[in-house]
């Protein structure tokens, strides 16, 4: 069984800083690209930053291109989210996700079939 575990949301002002994590069980973790998703109330859920399995490649949407930097530790079988210079807008729960397929990109027209149960971050202005 697959599962993706989130920690490290919370509460911080505007430019302050912020790690996720996600820690992934029950597969060969160094297989799989992953990947960091977002969902604000009232809007849907949006591709934030992908990875490949090796690490040596990453994607991001431009909203967050040099301020989050994605990350991944193969021997902890973690994934990162460094986030600098958060801003109100990127106020959601985050949400971490792992394709399906191995040897994946790490675009975000992928197909991601796990996910996390999401860590909110909050950004007060």
Same mark, same amino acid.
């Given at each position: %069984?697959?599962?993706?575990?989130?920690?490290?949301?919370?509460? $911080?002002?505007?430019?302050?800083?912020?790690?996720?994590?996600?820690? $992934?069980?029950?597969?060969?973790?160094?297989?799989?690209?992953?990947?960091?998703?977002?969902?604000?109330?009232?809007?849907?859920?949006?591709?934030?930053?992908?990875?490949?399995?090796?690490?040596?490649?990453?994607?991001?949407v431009?909203?967050? @291109?040099?301020?989050?930097?994605?990350?991944?530790?193969?021997? @902890?079988?973690?994934?990162?989210?460094?986030?600098?210079?958060? @801003?109100?807008?990127?106020?959601?729960?985050?949400?971490?996700?792992? %394709?399906?397929?191995?040897?994946?990109s790490?675009?975000?027209t992928?197909?991601?079939?796990?996910?996390?149960?999401?860590?909110?971050v909050?950004?007060s202005?």
């Amino acid at each position: %069984q697959v599962q993706l575990v989130e920690s490290g949301g919370g509460l $911080v002002q505007a430019g302050g800083s912020l790690r996720l994590s996600c820690v $992934v069980s029950g597969r060969t973790f160094d297989r799989y690209a992953m990947a960091w998703f977002r969902q604000a109330p009232g809007l849907e859920r949006e591709f934030v930053a992908g990875i490949t399995a090796s690490g040596g490649s990453t994607d991001y949407v431009d909203s967050v @291109k040099g301020r989050f930097t994605i990350s991944r530790d193969n021997a @902890k079988n973690t994934v990162y989210l460094q986030m600098n210079s958060l @801003k109100p807008e990127d106020t959601a729960v985050y949400y971490c996700a792992s %394709q399906l397929s191995p040897w994946g990109s790490a675009s975000p027209t992928r197909k991601y079939d796990y996910w996390g149960q999401g860590t909110q971050v909050t950004v007060s202005s």
